[in-house]
Every structure is written in structure tokens, then in C-alpha cells.
């Protein structure tokens, strides 16, 4: 009951308003984090129950062999700026549940909410010494104790793909487990066959959510060229229906992006295209004056590409941030093909209402995850994570929850 009574008058809301003045992604974004993010430590408390041990066959008639898991030991987790929230619950609520005390360095630009979580933990009655929060400018070196040091038996990481190389590295010399959920190159696979306004509403979804900021955004759109006008038509025109503005203003439904290197990154990459000979279809060209800097930060035009191909850098690379170039492919096998086409393998989305080709494309495709006719696809019930350099280890769902345990075999004998 105290506890209950020491967590009163603050929410949701206050939770969001705090992500949205740090981090810049539009208030009902942010409740939807809050939200998203409490759901994991519901989960993960609910899954605290099901750590399961097994007992095996017998091999003799003396002995009884038998498994237990336990706390894997101190978690060292970093977490990005993209999801303050959510990124910090996903670990910090599997580590708890699992029995591990946690030490969590969150990103430069976000502590503040991670510190307000903490703050909530607290009074919640966690523990003193069970979730522990390191903010502070100098990444490195705090990566360099929590990779190296001893004690601490697992590295739990979210960011880019250079910085989880880095940890990986630096863990092994002590051989600690890892995860690593890292970057992505989401492809949106649209097929001729396939419902075009739905393929446009979900793969718009999926890539302006957080202007463009998260690793499973739409990076690319790969359409059939049946439908390729049409696509194209459709969803330039919706994209310019965004308001770009200050998150906490009810009319804004996008934010600026993070920071001004941010920005700058997205401005190459549509250089870099447009000098390779694709063409804008809305959006803004290349900025490389002071003018995008305003009172409230970093903003950057909803951008479609299209004549988009394999030659561009953001055919290969991530765009964090509200740009997407628009490919054409004839054939499912060129679409698997360009989908695959990356060192990325996080998340993968496809248009069709052909179940048997769903079904080869969904298994062609190199990824960790795939949403079928459907772009909104994690929660706190699935497994989420990546092949290939986006990383290893799954966050959520049943899976979760065996990242952080050890398992024990004990054998009885002289039964
Ligand atoms: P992003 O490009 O999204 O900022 P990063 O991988 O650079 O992704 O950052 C994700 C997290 O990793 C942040 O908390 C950041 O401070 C941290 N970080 C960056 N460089 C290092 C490093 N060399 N060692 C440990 N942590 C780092």
C-alpha cells in the first residue's frame, strides 16, 4: 500500500512530457513509449514465475540428473537515445526478473528519463543497488568498465552497429555474454497483388514514427513496377500531410531529429542520391545552411525518393531520420535479392494478399523479424532482435528472459 501511495500523482504523462522536452518525438509518441514500456516490466514480472528447471532421463540407477537456471550475475547495459523509455525496460525488467542487478548507462543526449524511471523504482521498492544508473558525457570509458570489468557477466547493448563491435570486443576479453540489438535497414517489400493503401499506410507508419529515428523504421521501399506510379502517388501525397513542429504542440505530428550531426547525415545521404540521379518527389533538398536550427531543435522535411537504386549509399545504409527512397524490382526473387542486399538484418515488412508467396518471401528474407501486410509489429510478447550485423539475442517475449539466466546441470549420484 505505501508503495502504491509513494508512486501517486505521477504518470504516464509526466513520464512523456519529460521523453518529449529531451528527446523531441511528439507527446502522443511518447505516452505510446511510456505505455509500451511499462508493458515489458508487466511481462517480465509475470515471466519471473515460469524460469523453469528441468529434470532429465536417468542414465544409471544411482544417479538423477537434473537442470536449475539461475541469475546470470551483473548485467552492464547502454542504451540509445531513439526510445528513453523503452529501450531501459526492456533490459532493466528481464535483468529483475531474472534475479541480476543491473548498472545502465544511458545515452549523453536522453538521462533524464532513464533517471525519472529510476526515481520510480525506487519508490516502487526495488531494492537499493538492484537498478543502478551511470549518466555521464565520457561513453567510452564507462563502456570500458562495464565491459571489462569482473564482476559483471553479461553486456546488454542497443545503439549502432560500430559501438556493439566495440563492446563485443572489449567483453570477450573476459568472455561475457552478450546481446546486441544494433542497426537495421528495414525494407518494405510491395507486390503487385497487394492492397496499395494499405501498403501505404503501413509502411508511412512505420517510417516517420519517431521522425524516422528508431532501427526498424522503413528505410527502403521496394515496389513492383505494376504498381510502382501508384504507390508513389499515394504516398507522397500523404507524407506531405505531416506537421512539423514542437512535440508538446498538439498540431505537431513530427518532431525535430536529435541532433544537428543528425541532421547532416540525413542531408548526405539525399545528396548523395540526387547526385546519383534519383529524384525527390516531396521534400526538401539539401541543407547545408544554419536555417534548419530553431528554438526547439533539428528539423528535417518528410523526404520521399524515387529512381531510387542499388548504386546510392542509402540503398545500404541506415537512415535515421524522415527520408525514404522508393526502389523498383520486377520479380520476387530481385525483391528478395535487393532486400537482402545489406549487412542489416533486423526487420523486414511485405505487402501481398498471395499467401503462398508470403509464405517464400517471409522465408527468403534475411531478418530476424517480418511483418506481413502489417508494419506495427513489436510489443512486449515477441521476441525482437536481428541477424546478421544487427546484432544477436532477443528482447521481449518467452525468449527474453533466457539472456539473463545461466544454466546449471547438477547430477545426484549415490541415488
Ligand atoms: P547512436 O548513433 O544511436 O547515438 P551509438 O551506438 O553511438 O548510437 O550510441 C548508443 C549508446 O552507446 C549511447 O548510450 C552512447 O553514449 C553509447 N556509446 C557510444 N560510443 C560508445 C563506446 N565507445 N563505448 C561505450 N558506449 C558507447
Excluded at 15 to 22: H, N, Q, V
Excluded at 107 to 134: H, Y
Aim: proline share 4%; hydrophobic share 40%.
Amino acid at each position: 500500500m505505501s508503495n502504491t501511495s509513494a508512486l501517486s500523482g505521477i504518470g504516464q504523462d509526466d513520464l512523456a512530457k519529460i521523453m518529449t522536452l529531451e528527446q523531441g518525438k511528439v507527446l502522443e509518441e511518447a505516452r505510446g513509449e511510456v505505455a509500451y514500456g511499462a508493458a515489458y516490466i508487466e511481462w517480465f514480472a509475470e515471466e519471473a514465475k515460469r524460469i523453469y528447471g528441468d529434470v532429465l532421463p536417468s542414465m544409471s540407477q544411482d544417479r538423477r540428473s537434473l537442470v536449475i537456471k539461475q541469475p546470470i550475475g551483473v548485467v552492464g547495459a547502454i542504451t540509445p537515445w531513439n526510445f528513453p523509455v523503452a529501450m531501459i525496460t526492456r533490459k532493466v525488467a528481464p535483468a529483475l526478473a531474472a534475479g541480476c542487478s543491473i548498472v545502465l548507462k544511458p545515452a549523453t543526449e536522453t538521462p533524464l528519463s532513464v533517471l525519472a524511471i529510476a526515481e520510480l523504482a525506487q519508490r516502487a521498492g526495488v531494492p537499493s543497488g538492484m537498478f543502478n544508473v551511470i549518466p555521464g558525457m565520457n561513453a567510452v570509458q564507462i563502456g570500458e568498465q562495464l565491459t571489462g570489468h569482473s564482476l559483471v557477466k553479461k553486456v546488454t547493448f542497443t545503439g549502432s552497429t560500430r559501438v556493439g563491435k566495440i563492446l563485443m570486443a572489449q567483453a570477450a576479453q573476459t568472455v561475457k555474454r552478450t546481446s546486441m540489438e544494433l542497426g537495421g535497414n528495414a525494407p518494405v517489400l510491395v507486390f503487385d497483388d497487394a492492397d496499395i493503401d494499405k501498403a501505404v499506410d503501413g509502411a508511412l507508419a512505420a517510417k516517420f514514427r519517431n521522425a524516422g529515428q528508431t532501427c526498424i523504421c522503413t528505410n527502403r521501399i521496394l515496389v513492383q513496377s505494376a504498381v510502382y506510379e501508384e504507390f508513389l502517388s499515394k504516398f507522397t501525397k500523404k507524407v506531405q500531410e505531416f506537421v512539423i513542429g514542437d512535440g508538446l504542440d498538439k498540431s505537431s505530428t513530427m518532431g525535430p531529429l536529435i541532433t544537428r550531426t543528425a541532421v547532416n547525415g540525413v542531408s548526405s545521404l539525399v545528396e548523395d542520391a540526387l547526385n546519383k540521379g534519383a529524384k525527390l518527389t516531396t521534400g526538401t533538398k539539401p541543407i547545408t545552411d544554419d536555417s534548419l536550427e530553431s528554438e526547439v531543435g533539428f528539423f528535417y522535411q518528410p523526404t520521399v525518393i524515387r529512381d531510387a537504386d542499388q548504386s546510392m549509399r542509402i540503398a545500404k545504409e541506415e537512415v535515421f531520420g524522415p527520408v525514404v527512397p522508393i526502389f523498383k524490382f520486377e520479380t520476387d526473387d530481385d525483391a528478395i535479392a535487393m532486400a537482402n542486399d545489406t549487412e542489416f538484418g533486423l526487420a523486414a515488412y511485405v505487402f501481398t494478399k498471395d499467401q503462398s508467396r508470403s509464405w517464400r518471401v517471409s522465408e527468403g528474407l534475411e531478418y530476424g523479424m517480418v511483418g506481413v501486410n502489417e508494419t506495427a509489429i513489436s510489443s512486449e510478447v515477441i521476441p525482437f532482435g536481428g541477424v546478421k550485423e544487427s546484432g544477436q539475442g532477443r528482447e521481449g517475449s518467452k525468449y527474453g528472459l533466457e539472456d539473463y539466466l545461466e544454466m546449471k546441470y547438477i547430477c545426484l549420484g549415490d541415488v
